[in-house]
């Protein structure tokens, strides 16, 4: 109240020409007045990126002579003609380095059904310190190595890509794609409540506990 009270004083004074606000003022205003108000309107409950949804995907690349690759909910089809999709990938991962040397990723769409070790040996370590598919079976698709147990696969070109302050957004351009063993894919939603899995860091979606 005190604060609304003392700007519409300065207000009235600086329409009077009486008193001009310093830069020094301005900020001590918007620091102690303005902000707090603008962050008691909105509450940013993170609880509310919870609700978006979600699948869970190998992101696999070709590496000098083997395959490696992480797991990521963040991809999405852009368009259809021609077909386009986005994968979110953070810079610290080793599959980003993989993507931005080849300007190449494949997506396998891993199911209810699939093993969900292969979440744990690629979504839990770094193609840095081991070879991820000493013990995943996968087969080539176009030079792509895709996870054999999977519902489907997409591999593409990079074609587009855009840096946030932590990731990447890969556009690509699909290449080829179809049907592995089909059935019902996994959710995000499937992943946390029935798996009981969790989201790392790097995760774009990682909200911390
Ligand atoms: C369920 C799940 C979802 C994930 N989603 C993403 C994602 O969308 N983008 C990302 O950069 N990392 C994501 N991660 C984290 C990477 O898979 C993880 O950091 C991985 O160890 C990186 O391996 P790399 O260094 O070999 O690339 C996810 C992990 C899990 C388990």
């Known amino acids: 109240m005190h604060g609304f009270f003392s700007i519409a004083v300065m207000k009235k004074s600086v329409k009077k020409n009486k ?5 020094k003022e301005n900020v001590a205003i918007l620091n102690i007045v303005i902000i707090p108000i603008i962050k008691r309107r909105y509450k940013m409950n993170s609880n509310a990126f919870r609700s978006l949804s979600y699948g869970v995907y190998a992101v696999t690349v070709w590496d000098e002579g083997r395959p490696t690759g992480c797991i990521a909910n963040s991809a999405m089809q852009i368009t259809s003609t021609p077909a386009t999709i986005a994968i979110s990938i953070n810079h610290d991962n080793y599959t980003h380095e993989c993507i931005t040397r080849s300007g190449k990723f494949a997506l396998s769409v891993l199911g209810e059904e699939s093993d ?3 979440i744990g040996t690629l979504g839990y370590q770094s193609g840095r310190d081991v070879n991820k598919f000493d013990n995943i079976a996968y087969e080539l698709k176009g030079f792509m190595p895709v996870i054999k147990d999977a519902c489907a696969y997409i ?3 990079v074609i587009d890509k855009m840096d946030t302050d932590t990731h990447t957004v890969f556009l690509g351009k699909v290449m080829d ?6 059935g019902e894919p996994m959710t995000y939603a499937y992943y946390h409540k029935v798996v009981k899995g969790k989201s790392p ?3 774009p979606t990682y909200i911390p506990e």
């Not at 794609?177 to 089909?182: E, I, N, R």
């Open 116 to 118: 969900v070790s292969v």
């Open 19 to 23: 008193y001009r606000l310093t830069e």
């Open 155 to 157: 591999t593409c070109d």
């Open 201 to 203: 860091k790097n995760a």
């Open 177 to 182: 794609c179809d049907v592995l063993k089909g």
